[in-house]
């Protein structure tokens, strides 16, 4: 299954953007980012599938939260950022 | 027991408190410090109290609460942020040594507003004529003494030093679970509070609360964040909670939280100013006996501080023990509001009341008091 990859700079922003996600009935998940996609060390990432990005990417704007960095999952298992 | 010193720990608590500390103990481990059930259980708990506490006391984010040791520790992170070495501090006369300690460790100018105790009027005209006769780094204002329960008019003194265009610091030790804290309202620069008293967690807990001002850290170390980098991250809570936080304590204090939620701030205010109002009654018809009272202006909370004539106040709470009363005496740790109210060089003994005292235990308290006078 393909899904997308929030990249967030915190725990507690992950859990914000998840919780504002929920709030608007798009499922999500926090999980630690990959080492690859992490950044500047450790994070914490939101996984939404892929037809719910387009929306949540809306909910996300609309709460003041759009994200820096999404990221897709190839089908090879490596990530690729997307152009937001 | 007959315990009568909530003002600086409750000691009886919601069930439910005792019943989240077991359970984060046996099943949660350390937020941000690992993918699994345990740490994600645990992540989930810190985050729901986090936004628990953002409701209740008006901040923007979850983000923007941090959680701390004790009030003394977030006051110390306010402070520090706020505040430099020479630098003039205003701050009312009944703070406690969290607020004294660290502006004397940072060789501050401390400037009192005072105007008496149980005089709201006379203190925001004293803050005013600071306000405008110096410039200070910062303004830090307890909302309710620890020592005799005056409720300092926040509302006014905020707008003060908001025309001021100073920052406010807010020790809501006394007040944060009985009265409102209004962060936003204030538009205060932090507020700090202690978890274990009016919120009814563990010892161990506080929180401070942070408004646009950027804060710095007293603790550098691992955050579960942006861990390539040697710098602490410029983002809350991160920046300020280094280390793996008290994750048991802060389930006990979630359960907390909620309790005075659905039990509502007002009503526990309530509560405890009838038992105040009450233990006045009751104690002032003690011969020898010197109450200060502040009950007829509504600016006192659940605590009431004491004397008795020709009685050493130590040696009243120690009487008071050994028949199972529980109550502080001495200075309470705040010498400048002793200061103010002109008793330091006695001391009082204080008497405060929880959300779980009864009419009777303060009967009791009154006739055990007689008794040993």
Same mark, same amino acid.
Request: include cysteine.
């Given at each position: ?84 | ?17 005792? =019943? ?13 410090? @690992? ?9 989930? &708990? ?6 628990? +506490? ?26 520090? &942020?706020?505040?430099?070495? $020479? ?28 105007? =008496? ?10 803050? $005013? ?28 003194? +905020? ?91 802060? *389930? ?11 039990? $509502? &701030?007002?009503?526990?205010? +309530? ?16 011969? @020898? ?8 202006? $509504? +600016?006192?909370? @659940? ?62 308290? *009154? ?7």
């Amino acid at each position: 299954m393909v899904y997308y990859l929030i990249v967030c700079r915190s725990l507690t922003y992950a859990q914000r953007t998840a919780a504002a996600l929920e709030r608007a009935a798009i499922t999500a998940h926090i999980l630690r980012s990959p080492k690859t996609i992490a950044g500047e060390g450790c994070s914490h990432s939101v996984k939404v599938s892929q037809r719910n990005l387009a929306e949540a990417l809306v909910v996300l704007k609309r709460a003041g939260m759009s994200p820096s960095r999404v990221y897709i999952m190839e089908s090879d298992g490596s990530y690729k950022e997307v152009e937001l | 027991v007959i315990y009568l010193d909530s003002a600086a720990t409750t000691l009886q608590k919601p069930p439910a408190v005792s =019943g989240a500390v077991r359970n984060a103990m046996a099943h949660m481990a350390s937020p941000g410090r @690992g993918g699994h059930r345990a740490a994600m259980l645990a992540a989930d &708990t810190v985050f729901r109290c986090r936004e628990t +506490a953002a409701r209740l006391f008006e901040v923007d984010s979850p983000e923007q609460v941090i959680f701390t040791l004790n009030a003394t520790h977030a006051l110390n992170l306010a402070i520090r &942020t706020l505040v430099h070495p $020479g630098d003039t501090v205003v701050i009312s006369g009944y703070e406690h040594n969290a607020v004294t300690r660290p502006l004397k460790a940072l060789d501050a100018h401390i400037v009192v507003a005072d105007g =008496g105790l149980f005089r709201p009027e006379a203190f925001l005209t004293e803050l $005013g004529d600071c306000l405008s006769r110096c410039q200070p780094a910062a303004v830090i204002c307890t909302q309710v003494s620890n020592v005799f329960g005056y409720i300092l008019p926040l509302d006014r003194a +905020a707008a003060l030093c908001g025309d001021a265009g100073v920052p406010l610091i807010v020790d809501a030790s006394q007040s944060a679970g009985t009265l409102p804290v209004r962060l936003g309202t204030w538009k205060a620069a932090f507020a700090a509070m202690p978890g274990h008293k009016g919120l009814y967690g563990p010892q161990g807990t506080g929180l401070l609360l942070c408004g646009s001002r950027a804060a710095e850290p007293l603790l550098y170390g691992g955050t579960g964040s942006q861990s390539l980098r040697q710098e602490m991250p410029d983002f809350l809570p991160d920046r300020l909670e280094a280390g793996t936080q008290n994750v048991a304590g802060i *389930a006990g204090l979630l359960a907390g939280l909620r309790y005075v939620q659905a039990a $509502g &701030t007002e009503t526990i205010l +309530a509560h405890e100013q009838r038992l105040i109002r009450r233990m006045v009654r009751e104690l002032s018809r003690i011969p @020898g006996l010197r109450l200060f009272d502040g009950t007829d202006t $509504g +600016a006192q909370s @659940g605590v009431l501080s004491f004397q008795a004539e020709g009685v050493d106040c130590e040696e009243l709470g120690e009487r008071l023990s050994r028949r199972g009363v529980a109550v502080r005496a001495g200075l309470h740790c705040a010498p400048y509001a002793h200061q103010s109210a002109g008793t330091l060089e006695t001391g009082t003994v204080r008497a405060s009341v929880s959300a779980f005292n009864t009419e009777g235990e303060i009967d009791r308290f *009154a006739a055990i008091l007689r008794e040993v006078l």
